[in-house]
């Protein structure tokens, strides 16, 4: 299966951007602790706000924005309630979920508990495999990538990430859903919520 981009000459993400509330506690969580390079610091024109950009190797960078008219973060809409495994994860269309850093697969654990010596509440590691529910306890040849999970101050969730396979055709057949599906699952949870606990006399 060929991965070749036909249409335009991308090689990787140059930024991402975020929004935070405080630059200052930002700065310090992702330099002191996710230990990466503050690159570049703007103060935007007519008092807008700022915007720094932080370099998280390989070329790549992330940005946050920050306004001091931004409307507060809502879990659930601007970003998930909770962490995988710990609650609900569902976000708004055209919402961040989340941002995964690819780090080492064999230094997963290492990094679990050097997160946590920083203060940093975490998941477990997390092995996502085919399963029904798509976990696995242990490592085996159907996982596919290593996950661990924590949040910002602000609560972005953030990611560490491992692919642990080699995907091929087979592993791209889902067939998309639409905006159609998702009216109709609104449409069954609404039936559904109508009935009676009891159910229906």
Same mark, same amino acid.
């Given at each position: 299966?060929?991965?070749?981009?036909?249409?335009?000459?991308?090689?990787?993400?140059?930024?991402?951007?975020?929004?935070?509330s405080d630059?200052?506690?930002?700065v310090?969580?992702?330099?002191?602790?996710?230990?990466?390079p503050?690159?570049?610091?703007?103060?935007l024109?007519?008092?807008?706000g700022?915007?720094?950009?932080f370099?998280? +190797?390989?070329?790549?960078?992330?940005?946050?924005?920050?306004?001091?008219?931004?409307?507060?973060?809502?879990?659930?809409?601007?970003?998930?309630?909770?962490?995988?495994?710990?609650?609900?994860?569902?976000?708004?269309? +055209?919402s961040?979920?989340?941002?995964?850093?690819?780090?080492?697969?064999?230094?997963?654990?290492?990094?679990?508990?050097?997160?946590?010596?920083?203060?940093?509440?975490?998941?477990?590691?997390?092995?996502? *495999?085919?399963s029904?529910?798509?976990?696995?306890?242990?490592?085996?040849?159907?996982?596919?990538?290593?996950?661990?999970?924590?949040?910002?101050?602000?609560?972005?969730l953030l990611?560490?990430?491992?692919?642990?396979?080699?995907?091929?055709?087979? *592993?791209?057949?889902?067939?998309?859903?639409?905006?159609?599906?998702?009216?109709?699952?609104? *449409?069954?949870?609404?039936?559904?919520?109508?009935?009676?606990a +009891?159910?229906?006399?």
């Amino acid at each position: 299966m060929s991965r070749e981009n036909s249409e335009f000459a991308i090689t990787g993400i140059n930024h991402l951007a975020l929004v935070c509330s405080d630059m200052e506690r930002t700065v310090d969580f992702y330099t002191n602790v996710l230990g990466f390079p503050l690159m570049k610091t703007l103060d935007l024109p007519m008092d807008l706000g700022q915007h720094f950009f932080f370099d998280i +190797g390989n070329g790549d960078s992330l940005a946050f924005f920050w306004f001091p008219n931004s409307p507060d973060a809502v879990p659930g809409v601007s970003s998930p309630g909770a962490m995988p495994m710990q609650g609900d994860i569902v976000t708004a269309v +055209g919402s961040m979920n989340h941002v995964a850093f690819n780090v080492p697969a064999e230094k997963m654990e290492e990094y679990r508990d050097k997160l946590q010596a920083k203060g940093v509440k975490t998941t477990e590691v997390v092995n996502h *495999d085919n399963s029904r529910f798509q976990i696995s306890k242990d490592m085996n040849p159907d996982v596919f990538v290593r996950s661990l999970y924590f949040q910002d101050p602000d609560g972005i969730l953030l990611e560490f990430a491992a692919w642990t396979a080699v995907f091929t055709a087979a *592993d791209a057949a889902h067939k998309p859903a639409t905006a159609a599906d998702r009216q109709a699952w609104a *449409d069954r949870k609404k039936a559904s919520d109508a009935v009676p606990a +009891g159910g229906a006399d």
